[in-house]
């Protein structure tokens, strides 16, 4: 019993009101929300939806009658502004008061800003929100028909969905990255040139080692966006210009607060995702997890997370120990490549990389080991393996490279 208060009514606080009342948890419940949307999710917005394949509904976590069907105090448009920890209160933007006996933080992240000379120029924009993409799909429609340029900025996750989104529709792209190869920090040489081509296949003018120095409007004194200045000198025309240079953790309650918040923004959590405060509890892209089987903090932006963190969270607050201990992992799509990726080379990294398929025809499942033993996999057209992918880590089994590389061995039997 008690009253358990989220903030923020993203997916992992909605999976967390859900596994509350699923688990019997029979306290008052209230979600408070940014947005004036209830709770949806994020991927479709750089994929199908963006590019009018998936429809609206699909997107959102639970029916509109679900919350009140399950005694879920679902209140939206509210910014909470302030954590009271000593009255156990959370105040938001009107100056109202919630009580709570456990808070959970589920406030997510923002996307990062290009912060140079005329970053805020109209035209110039990020995408987390069905708002964004609603915006974006827009003018991408627009763009496409006017036979104008959408220039990324960044070559992430994001950045090379909604190139992948931009190509779709009609509009030529190019897309600006600061390493030698998009998602390079991710996937290393061999495989982030794998995106590459793919990009520049579909007609990408990919373009690696630059930086923007500034943008500039289309008109002099002008406020909509008109070309990208890189730091050579180089003048690109956009009629549009979408920034996808990461996001950071939205941690400035916690952080008020006196909560324990590491280097990179996350909340110090442990392994039942309790705060350095007992009462309260940070889920989704906020948490940096005490992690059991990797053995130290873990913190993903991803769906899968977001998705999870909220049985755990449900659990310790009804007083059961259910370390959170799900090994990341993360998805995308982008034309008509399909991938997964699972595991955590953490902080000591890989010293190798295994390639098992078809490297050409991008259909292959490629390992990344430290001392012989598989710490993170990826398959990449190639589906049904990401529970095998997951035993071969759990497992610390040294293998040896030429089975795992000869598509005739099952990972089983490695
Ligand atoms: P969020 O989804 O960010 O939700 C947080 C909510 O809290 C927001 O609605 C916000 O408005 C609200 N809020 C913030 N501050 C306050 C406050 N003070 N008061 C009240 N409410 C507040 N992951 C994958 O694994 N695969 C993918 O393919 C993938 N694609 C993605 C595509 C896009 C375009 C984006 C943006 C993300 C994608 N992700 C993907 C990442 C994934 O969506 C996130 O990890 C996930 O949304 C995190 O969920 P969350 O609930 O922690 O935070």
């Known amino acids: 019993s008690g009253r358990v208060v989220v903030v923020g009514g993203g997916l992992a606080g909605a999976k967390t009101v859900e596994a509350l009342r699923e688990r019997g948890f029979d306290g008052s419940v209230v979600l408070l929300g940014a947005e004036r949307e209830r709770p949806y999710e994020r991927p479709p917005l750089s994929k199908g939806y963006l590019t009018g394949s998936d429809e609206r509904e699909q997107a959102f976590v639970h029916a509109p009658e679900w919350y009140a069907a399950h005694d879920v105090d679902l209140r939206l448009a509210v910014t909470v502004t302030a954590i009271d920890r000593g009255s156990r209160e959370v105040v938001d933007s009107d100056g109202t008061r919630t009580g709570y006996d456990h808070l959970v933080l589920a406030t997510g992240s923002e996307p990062r800003r290009l912060d140079v000379p005329g970053g805020d120029l109209d035209g110039v924009v990020t995408l987390r929100t069905l708002a964004d993409s609603d915006r974006l799909r ?31 529709a009609g509009c030529d792209v190019t897309v600006l990255v600061r390493d030698p190869a998009p998602l390079l920090a991710v996937l290393g040489e061999r495989l982030a040139h794998a995106f590459a081509d793919l990009h520049r296949e579909h007609g990408v003018d990919l373009r690696t080692l630059v930086d923007v120095r500034a943008l500039q409007p289309a008109q002099p004194g002008g ?85 999870h ?100 061995v099952p990972l089983a039997d490695l």
């Open 138 to 168: 827009e003018q991408l429609a627009r763009v496409a028909g006017s036979g104008g340029r959408v220039v990324v900025v960044g070559g992430g996750w994001i950045g090379l969905e909604v190139a992948a989104a931009a190509r779709t």
């Open 223 to 307: 406020t909509a966006v008109g070309a990208v200045e890189l730091a050579d000198g180089t003048r690109l025309d956009a009629a549009l210009v979408v920034v996808g240079i990461g996001a950071t953790p939205r941690s400035g309650l916690a952080r008020d607060a006196g909560l324990a918040v590491g280097a990179d923004g996350g909340i110090e959590v442990d392994s039942g995702l309790r705060s350095s405060d007992p009462h309260v509890l940070a889920v989704g892209d906020l948490a940096a997890v005490d992690h059991p089987f990797l053995g130290e903090r873990v913190r993903v932006e991803h769906w899968d997370a977001a998705l």
């Open 309 to 408: 963190h909220g049985a755990t969270a449900a659990a310790t607050i009804l007083g059961v120990d259910e370390p959170y201990d799900r090994l990341p992992y993360f998805f995308t799509d982008q034309y008509d490549l399909g991938m997964e990726y699972t595991g955590w080379p953490g902080s000591q990294g890989y010293d190798e990389v295994v390639v098992r398929g078809d490297e050409a025809a991008r259909e292959l499942v490629a390992f990344w080991l430290r001392q012989g033993r598989v710490v993170a996999g990826m398959n990449v057209n190639v589906w049904d393996v990401v529970d095998d992918v997951q035993a071969l880590i759990r497992s610390r089994a040294v293998v040896r490279p030429e089975r795992l590389a000869d598509p005739g």
